[in-house]
């Protein structure tokens, strides 16, 4: 018997699972995505370019609780509903009308790092592993029983698009795994246990402001965490606002500068930051206005 699903999706996991669901042969009744921003960037593949492909109904609706999407919804008649990276919460009168249940795909190994961004946070907190988790969905977020989980490393000097990257594997292949026992009824219902957790909220583009004055690690976790296509760690001289777009944390045998003040600095001619600990981070590449610069326009913006 075909099994039908309402899919809410955006972004690169959600471009992928929906890509799942299609080979394991779901029937697709309605693709719900959003209306890229141009304001963002991009950098990402299209859920409703992939919809277009395979000729499935796709609804760019702007309002999450519009009554339209609720008729089109029940009109789908699914067995199911899941949520991909989709980013509005979907309200408990949606997802009553998944017969079978509502599912959402989750970037961290809930119940850690519950809500927004939570690839970006692992790193900022200074994880070394996070994953990806299918659970039902709940009205409070990221709370409801856990299907299946896959975890994955995060290295030393990951940055969030490539932790990102190995997340949308894990997020594939536990819906790959998971989805014969979810369509058959006997997936499990593992607990979700908040307390044992975290939540987080969103990040906007100014808590990438670094401060020097932290340690090394710190520092470094933040630009890692922020580093392009994400809107970068960034600090500012004479008002001028610079992104460090990549760089590398010192061993603590090969650079410590106890007596340079917190900040950038041109030591040798190569660029470090020296944060509050007095070690330092290699910078490779530091940018103005999405133009990398040289030590030498650096040291010029400095003394103007």
């Known amino acids: 018997m075909t099994v039908r699903a309402v899919v809410f999706a955006y972004h690169q996991v959600g471009v992928r699972c929906l890509q799942v669901l299609l080979a394991r042969g779901v029937e697709v009744a309605l ?3 959003h209306q890229d921003n141009p304001a963002e ?25 519009a009554s339209e999407l609720l008729a089109a919804v029940r009109a789908a008649n699914a067995d199911f509903i899941f949520s991909f990276y989709y980013r509005h919460m979907l309200s408990p009168e949606l997802l009553a009308l998944a017969r079978q249940g509502a599912f959402n795909m989750h970037g961290s190994l809930l119940p850690k790092y519950r809500g927004r961004v939570p690839v970006n946070w692992a790193i900022v907190q200074g994880e070394t592993q996070t994953g990806a988790t299918l659970h039902e969905m709940t009205a409070k977020p990221d709370a409801g029983a ?38 058959s009824g006997t997936a499990p219902r593992l607990p979700n246990i908040l307390a044992k957790g975290s939540y987080f909220g969103a990040r906007k583009p100014e808590d990438g ?25 960034f600090t500012e001289i004479n008002g001028k606002r610079l992104v460090i777009a990549r760089a590398r944390l010192v061993a603590v045998d ?38 990398s610069i040289s030590s030498a326009e650096l040291t010029e913006m400095t003394n103007t």
């Not at 402001?209 to 340690?215: G, N, V």
């Not at 340079?260 to 530091?286: E, K, S, Y």
């Open 31 to 33: 693709v719900v995505t």
């Open 41 to 65: 960037n991009i950098w990402f593949d299209s859920v409703a370019a992939l919809a277009a492909e395979h000729r499935l109904p796709t609804l760019t609706p702007t309002d999450g609780h």
């Open 146 to 183: 856990i299907v299946a989980q896959t975890a994955v490393p995060i290295l030393p000097d990951d940055t969030a698009a490539q932790v990102f990257d190995k997340v949308t594997v894990a997020a594939e292949q536990t819906l790959w795994n998971s989805l014969p026992a979810l369509l």
């Open 209 to 233: 402001r670094i401060d020097w004055r932290q340690p090394a690690q710190t520092v470094y976790n933040l630009i890692r965490a922020v580093a392009p296509p994400y809107p970068g760690a």
């Open 254 to 291: 090969q650079l410590t500068c106890p007596d340079l003040p917190p900040g950038l600095q041109i030591v040798d001619n190569t660029l470090f930051g020296i944060c509050g600990d007095g070690r330092a981070i290699a910078i490779h590449d530091l940018q103005h206005q999405g133009r």
